[in-house]
């Protein structure tokens, strides 16, 4: 069984830069795609990026100019930095593993509000 | 503004069988497979159906899957009160260098 568990702080302020990491219990972390997919209140879904250990990535296109994220494969875990902040995202964050033909585990999420 | 078009809600009664749709275009769903998630309240949503129409382990037989063109569907027979969650389809979106895109969302209601 695979348990993701998202960390991270729960408050950050405006145009500051969001960061999350995602602790992954698995036996073949290197072997899956891990991705980030955030839910404001009360709304959709929106899939943010992911990232393959070896390094590859893709992002959101309409995220892509602030999103960076990075793996840790010593430790089975992997981040998620979101620049320049607004309260438009302000979201459930959620960490997720990708497996063909798409993501089949998901953390647990966790809330980050934008707000000074 | 999703690039998958979904019903914002659907109801039906204990029993009843009821249909979710899901709408795309060429760059998505008329070129590649649809999964459907389930979100309870309060919950991270789970994996109903994978590939179109495949359940994962687990998942009863009552929730069917299927796919044609650019549209996907999503049925669930025999509606109990625990079915009444949101419901989100997703696929791979070619365009650009490729993106993972989600319907918006319908919630359902047991009546």
């Known amino acids: 069984q695979v348990h993701l568990q998202e960390s991270g702080p729960g408050l950050v302020k405006p145009s500051e830069t969001l960061s999350l990491t995602c602790i992954v219990s698995?036996?073949?972390?290197?072997?899956?795609?891990w991705s980030w997919i955030r839910q404001p209140a009360g709304k959709g879904l929106e899939w943010i990026g992911r990232?393959?250990?070896?390094?590859?990535?893709n992002y959101n296109p309409s995220l892509k100019s602030r999103v960076t994220m990075s793996v840790d494969t010593s430790k089975n875990q992997f981040s998620l930095n979101l620049t320049s902040v607004s309260v438009a995202d302000t979201a459930v964050y959620y960490c997720?593993?990708?497996?063909?033909?798409?993501?089949?585990?998901w953390g647990q999420g966790t809330l980050v509000t934008v707000s000074s | 503004q999703s690039v998958l078009t979904q019903p914002p809600s659907a109801s039906g009664t204990p029993g009843q069988r009821v249909t979710i749709s899901c709408s795309g275009s060429s760059s998505n769903i008329g070129t590649n497979t649809v999964n459907w998630y389930q979100q309870l309240p309060g919950t991270a949503p789970k994996l109903l159906i994978y590939?179109?129409?495949q359940r994962p382990s687990g998942v009863p037989d009552r929730f069917s899957g299927s796919k044609s063109g650019t549209s996907a569907s999503l049925a669930i027979s025999g509606l109990q009160s625990e079915d009444e969650a949101d419901y989100y389809c997703?696929?791979?979106?070619?365009?650009?260098?490729?993106?993972?895109?989600f319907g918006g969302g319908t919630k359902l209601t047991v009546l």
């Open positions: 990232l393959y250990p070896s390094g590859s990535t």
């Open positions: 997720a593993r990708e497996a063909v033909p798409g993501v089949d585990f």
């Open positions: 590939s179109n129409n």
């Open positions: 997703a696929t791979w979106d070619d365009s650009l260098n490729g993106f993972w895109v």
């Open positions: 698995s036996d073949s972390f290197s072997s899956y795609y």
